[in-house]
């Protein structure tokens, strides 16, 4: 089913193109089914129990509100992170029963990798309104109760510090190999697909099939809610509880099954599978740390229980794995209650997130723009966008949820030169329009760009033009006796578009610089309704700036071509990140 709708979407995404209008604003259909289709997706993926999360997709459901209210409003980049940034939190606030996390989590997953810390204060106000508001919408929906049953905090004494330093860095190297995984399964699906020639649709069923198998044997890998979480926090207290050797087994089975699940185009998060995994990987450090030292030390239990590492697992995993340690330690913190617990967390999440960047070192000598590139945007990316996945993958996922954000956040950061086309035709003002339609026809051109004697810009000639003359010189034939359009003698310098009409006022043609960014290019297309606008090299001075010396022409359909390209750039340098996650840079 799943993969069925994975085809629906690619047949949506390509209507979605084909019918694109740049300028839309107010109620988008497509934008409104793309949502319901992943939503559904990720409720079939859950509900069959497969190795991932909801809260992935519950953060994608905010985000797609508020990118449907950002389409209702004023096109505006500030509002619009805003927007963005307040859906993102009310999916984790309203997941979790935790409205600081949530907060924290769309600082980190939106504002950061969009650049936007310096936001203005009202984008703060908007993140912790719509944080609060799902928060306690979940309250009176579901109650009051926390996502899943937390047991009480146990310190014994600070001597305990350095065991849960070194937990942090397990859970870090766990994260690494997790990670790794998904961007080998996602390679392999990638390769059987080309190699055996199946269809997208597939892999999901063949994740599913895996994850099943997997299940026979450890069917604790199952998606449950957080009901295996309990049972591995009540380690040692319960007897239904898994021993430490099982948790070990069902640790390594569920950062497989996720990998495979995730890799395999199945919808879900990493949030719930992280906690899981750290909750285990915390227990069975716990248990072997107090088995070995508190025989070594008789008397009193030197060490506290391995729930109360469980739990310290769970947010050093899961900072780990999504990049998101302030949202680990304000979630944890939100669900125990407990100050105690700050500082073991802490050192256990800065060293979780550590470990990654250690073994990723070598990229820090990559150019700053391709670093730029790997940090995901986000998307903006986007995301943005989107539509991907969920914004919770930061490390794991394709990128997407980021670029597909706001079009206009990368043609912000887009020039005019990367999308401009140095093959142009041009003409002298002299040639007759016979021999310009000629030119344009042989090459296959839907214009020329009319230079003067000294090769400077004079004018653009297009259809549009050809056909306004047409239609002049026809109604001036039908009240007089004059000969209709002669194109054999009429000179291009007599058709060709010159200049513009701006409030009134003649303005001269309209250009622009290679330095110009696209989104500023796109404005002045559409404010004018053009589809072409040549690209001109910027004088030394006032006088000089009236005669423009042509470098290029920017195509407004190479504009977008330009945007799609860039997205799917950063999806591949993001994957190849990922995929090198322990050779290559963060």
């Known amino acids: 089913m799943v993969g069925m709708m994975c085809g629906l979407l690619e047949i949506l995404d390509q209507i979605k193109q084909a019918s694109y209008s740049p300028q839309r604003q107010g109620f988008d259909l497509l934008a409104g089914i793309y949502p319901t289709v992943k939503a559904i997706q990720a409720a079939v993926t859950l509900g069959t129990g497969c190795s991932l999360g909801p809260e992935g997709p519950s953060v994608d459901i905010g985000k797609s509100c508020a990118n449907g209210f950002s389409l209702m409003m004023e096109n505006n980049r500030e509002r619009k992170i805003a927007l963005v940034a307040a859906g993102a939190a009310a999916g984790i606030s309203s997941g979790f029963n935790a409205a600081v996390a949530g907060c924290f989590f769309a600082i980190e997953t939106v504002l950061r990798p969009l650049r936007a810390e310096n936001s203005p204060p009202f984008t703060t ?42 937990l942090g860095m397990l859970c870090g190297v766990v994260s690494v190999a997790m990670t790794r995984l998904v961007a080998w399964f996602t390679k392999f699906f990638d390769y059987i697909q080309e190699k055996f020639g199946l269809p997208t649709v597939v892999c999901p069923a063949i994740g599913g099939l895996g994850a099943g198998i997997i299940a026979l044997k450890y069917p604790g890998i199952l998606y449950w809610g957080f ?42 998060g990493l949030y719930a599978p992280s906690l899981m995994i750290g909750a285990a990987v915390g227990a069975v450090f716990g248990g072997f740390a107090a088995e070995v030292i508190n025989s070594a030390i008789p008397g009193n239990a030197a060490v506290a229980q391995p729930q109360a590492y469980a739990l310290v697992g769970m947010a050093a995993t899961l900072a780990s794995v ?57 998307s903006v990316s986007n995301n943005e966008d989107d539509d991907g996945n969920g914004l919770e993958l930061c490390i794991v996922g394709d990128g997407s949820e980021l670029e597909e954000i706001d079009e206009e956040l990368f043609l912000d950061k887009l020039k005019v030169s990367q999308a401009m086309s140095k093959y142009y035709l041009k003409v002298p003002s002299s040639v007759t329009l016979k021999d310009a339609i000629k030119i344009m026809h042989d090459s296959q051109q839907n214009c020329v760009l009319v230079v003067d004697e000294d090769d400077f810009l ?42 513009m009409s701006y409030r009134g006022r003649a303005r001269g043609l309209l250009t622009c610089y290679p330095n110009t960014n696209l989104a500023m290019a796109r404005e002045l297309m559409e404010a004018k309704g053009v589809k072409q606008l040549p690209v001109v090299k910027r004088g030394g001075s006032h006088n000089r700036e009236r005669k423009r010396r042509i470098v290029g022409l920017l195509h407004y359909d190479e504009l977008w071509h330009c945007l799609r390209k860039e997205i799917n750039h950063r999806k591949l340098d993001y994957q190849s990140r990922t995929e090198n996650i322990l050779t290559n840079g963060h």
């Open 227 to 268: 009901t295996n979480v309990e049972e591995i926090l009540r380690t040692g207290k319960s007897a239904s509880a898994p021993g430490i050797w099982l948790l070990t087994q069902l640790a390594g089975a569920k950062v497989i099954a996720t990998a495979l699940c995730k890799g395999s185009g199945l919808v879900g």
């Open 125 to 166: 106000a908007m993140i912790i309104l719509a944080s609060v508001i799902s928060s306690t919408v979940s309250n009176v929906l579901q109650g009051s109760q926390s996502a899943f049953t937390v047991p009480e905090y146990e310190l014994k004494s600070a001597a305990e510090l350095p065991l849960y330093l070194i």
């Open 322 to 378: 999504c990049s998101v340690p302030l949202t680990s330690v304000l979630l944890l913190f939100e669900l125990t209650k407990d100050y105690r617990i700050l500082l073991p967390l802490m050192g256990a999440v800065g060293l979780a997130i550590w470990v990654p960047s250690v073994t990723n070192q070598g990229k820090e000598s990559d150019p700053p723009g391709k670093r730029n590139l790997a940090r995901g945007y986000s």
């Open 458 to 499: 004079e004018g653009i000639l297009t259809y549009g033009d050809i056909r306004r003359c047409r239609s002049e010189k026809s109604n001036e034939t039908s009240k007089s006796d004059s000969d209709p359009l002669d194109v054999n003698t009429l000179l291009v310098s007599s058709v060709c578009t010159r200049g």
